[in-house]
């Protein structure tokens, strides 16, 4: 078990392209998070799934913003025509809702973090 | 809506001290979740404790112990005989939706220091 993975680590871009985010969740997890932490903040919920199911979404993935998860296993992010507001640090966590004693707690990855010039 | 305050943004204590980091949130909801995670610099968050509000027991995890107190919505973290390897951003979370989403709220985050 190698924990959560995310990469890129980091990312640069300017304004108007488009990015994409990867995150690999710990294999025997069912649940997969997306936050989002700015800089001297807390994350803040973006996204999750539940197996390849997108469940629920924030009000802060505006419509530029997509993820998927094909076949319950990775996940992307994705975030068109990137604004500089747009620049953070991306966090994926995973959970499982069938393992005794760990359920209830989300794994992080160490994230990606976006700078938007 | 939940929300989670931490009213302490840094905190500096020798090595060996004991240090409290405070929270306080806000929920409607009677079951519910509490935790602690540490966020070493440049590195991945990583879960310090968590406390069920259903039990009354203090959760404890070697050095790190809570003081939960439901009615007053607090939920400090004590951490005794602090060590070097204790410097990090300490948020503190409150997980909301336990038939749902099971969604993090955080807070701010208290950035920790301990000095030789």
């Known amino acids: 078990d190698t924990g959560v993975s995310q990469n890129p680590r980091h990312k640069i871009t300017k304004r108007g392209q488009n990015v994409t985010f990867r995150c690999d969740p710990i294999?025997?997890?069912?649940?997969l998070y997306w936050y989002r932490q700015t800089l001297g903040q807390g994350p803040e919920f973006l996204t999750y799934?539940?197996?390849?199911?997108?469940?629920?979404k924030s009000r802060l993935l505006s419509d530029r913003f997509s993820a998927e998860r094909p076949k319950g296993s990775f996940s992307t992010l994705e975030i068109q025509r990137t604004e500089q507001g747009d620049s953070a640090m991306y966090l994926c966590a995973s959970s499982s809702m069938r393992l005794a004693g760990a359920k209830n707690i989300q794994y992080f990855g160490a994230g990606t973090r976006l700078s938007v010039l | 809506a939940q929300t989670v305050t931490q009213s302490q943004p840094e905190m500096s204590v020798q090595e060996a001290e004991t240090v409290t980091l405070s929270c306080t949130y806000d929920?409607?909801?009677?079951?519910?979740?509490l935790f602690w995670y540490k966020q070493p610099p440049s590195r991945q968050m990583i879960l310090v404790i968590r406390q069920e509000a259903y039990k009354q027991q203090n959760a404890t995890e070697n050095r790190f112990s809570v003081n939960f107190q439901k009615a007053a919505k607090s939920f400090s973290l004590k951490i005794s005989d602090s060590q070097l390897g204790d410097t990090a951003m300490y948020f503190c979370a409150f997980m909301t939706g336990l038939q749902g989403a099971q969604k993090l709220v955080f807070g701010q985050g208290t950035r920790l220091t301990i000095n030789p």
């Open positions: 294999s025997e997890h069912n649940r």
């Open positions: 929920t409607s909801e009677s079951n519910y979740y």
């Open positions: 799934f539940q197996n390849e199911a997108q469940l629920e």
